[in-house]
């Protein structure tokens, strides 16, 4: 490795150390503000691999409770490649050595658009699964979810492995998809980003849609998801890191399992 490498690697091992510390004594947008800010010169503008150094480093975060749902990536702008952009596809990982879930990429047109209501029940339990109904602020709420990497409702018309069918549906029970995914995570956060990709589908846009799926080391669970998407004309452009957290509740994201604690919470963007 050159010198230069090793100082930049230096650098950027420096900054996530930094904003660990500031985290002990900032809370909410003092946090979300100063780590984008570091995060910022650490995240490279362009990734060219399947396990980026940008979600490496992502998974050296962590998150303390009031800090905000998700935060940007490279200034909130993604690192796909429009050109990219041939024919519909998704391009499913594989999952890893610990059966977890990696990263899914769809090349999607509105073509791909599919009714959420045509979904039918998923049996696949992903790595970290330990369902469980609790009550937070007095509502029942089974906590975790079988979260979509490319949600259903942009992945109309594709087979399992990712090839354009018109007589398929959308991705269901497709284990390279779903990851262990809190239920604020999936029905709120994921949800923001998602619907932007649905409004330029919607609007005739072609786009491609990454997201993939952040571990800390050996754990069963997502610490988070990193989604970015870009459309073709540029109209979309986002990069995003969404926190897999769930108010009122704390999980063990080693094996997945939770606790009941009322004091955690996520702010609001």
Do not use: C
């Not at 409770?65 to 940007?72: E, K, L, R, T």
């Not at 952009?85 to 509105?110: E, F, H, M, P, V």
């Not at 799926?213 to 990069?239: Q, R």
């Amino acid at each position: 490795m050159s010198k230069r490498k090793k100082r930049r690697s230096s650098n950027n091992w420096w900054l996530i150390l930094i904003v660990a510390i500031l985290g002990m004594f900032l809370k909410g947008n003092d946090v979300h503000q100063v780590t984008n800010n570091l995060l910022n010169q650490v995240m490279p503008q362009n990734t060219q691999t399947t396990k980026s150094v940008t979600d490496s480093q992502l998974s050296q975060l962590t998150f303390k409770s009031g800090d905000p749902a998700y935060i940007y990536v490279n200034h909130n702008r993604s690192t796909l490649n429009p050109k990219d952009w041939k024919t519909n596809r998704i391009d499913y990982g594989n999952l890893d050595r610990l059966n977890r879930t990696t990263q899914a990429t769809g090349y999607l047109s509105r073509a791909n658009l599919v009714k959420s209501s045509t979904r039918t029940s998923q049996t696949w339990n992903p790595t970290g699964w330990h369902q469980k109904r609790v009550r937070i602020n007095g509502r029942s709420v089974e906590i975790q979810n079988r979260g979509h990497l490319l949600a259903y409702s942009v992945t109309g018309k594709f087979d399992q492995n990712g090839n354009f069918n018109p007589r398929k549906l959308g991705s269901l029970d497709n284990p390279k998809n779903l990851a262990t995914q809190t239920a604020f995570s999936n029905q709120q956060t994921m949800q923001i980003f998602e619907e932007r990709v649905r409004d330029a589908l919607a609007k005739n846009k072609r786009v491609i849609y990454r997201v993939s799926t952040v571990f800390k080391g050996n754990d069963l669970m997502p610490i988070g998801y990193h989604s970015e998407a870009i459309s073709t004309d540029g109209s979309l452009n986002f990069n995003v890191f969404i926190w897999n957290v769930q108010p009122g509740v704390r999980f063990d994201y080693t094996t997945g399992r939770s606790r009941v604690d009322r004091t955690m919470t996520v702010s609001q963007n």
